[in-house]
């Protein structure tokens, strides 16, 4: 069985609860990825999405520039342990309707699994290397 660990994104990507939205944007889109882990006092405390971003902040429910991460983020509930298998973090993934799950190692978070390492698995399971 395949391991999350071996699919998972290793380089962590953090910001601040005291950001404004828009930050947080503009850092997902600087390091071209989907998701921000939001850190406090060397703790992950949240995630923030770019599907947290756009429900939340397209739908005019809220200013960018004005609210605060810790107004719009999402609380870690769940996580995965690196050794456990890509069909664990794909019940994760399907019965919570989440895209992103922080990786653990030891109860630390060192990584996180999106939908998009899901999709590179499967493609490398059918041998498709041109993505």
């Known amino acids: 069985m395949s391991k999350v660990g071996n699919y998972m994104s290793t380089q962590i990507f953090s910001i601040s609860p005291d950001k404004y ?3 947080a944007i503009d850092e997902m889109y600087k390091n071209k990825v989907s998701g921000l882990l939001v850190k406090e006092d060397e703790k992950y405390v949240g995630i923030i999405t770019k599907t947290d971003w756009m429900f939340l902040v397209l739908k005019g429910e809220c200013d ?3 609210i605060k991460i810790s107004s719009v983020m999402t609380k870690i509930t769940h996580t995965i342990d690196e050794n456990q298998t890509i069909a664990e973090v794909c019940n994760i993934i399907e019965t919570r309707k989440i895209r ?3 990786v653990t190692r030891n109860g630390e978070i060192v ?9 590179k698995y499967y ?4 041998n498709k290397t041109d993505f």
Do not use: C, I, N, T
């Open 21 to 23: 939205a828009y930050e």
């Open 64 to 66: 960018p520039k004005a």
């Open 123 to 126: 493609l490398q399971l059918h």
């Open 100 to 102: 992103h799950v922080p």
């Open 111 to 119: 990584g996180m699994f999106s939908v998009k390492d899901l999709e």
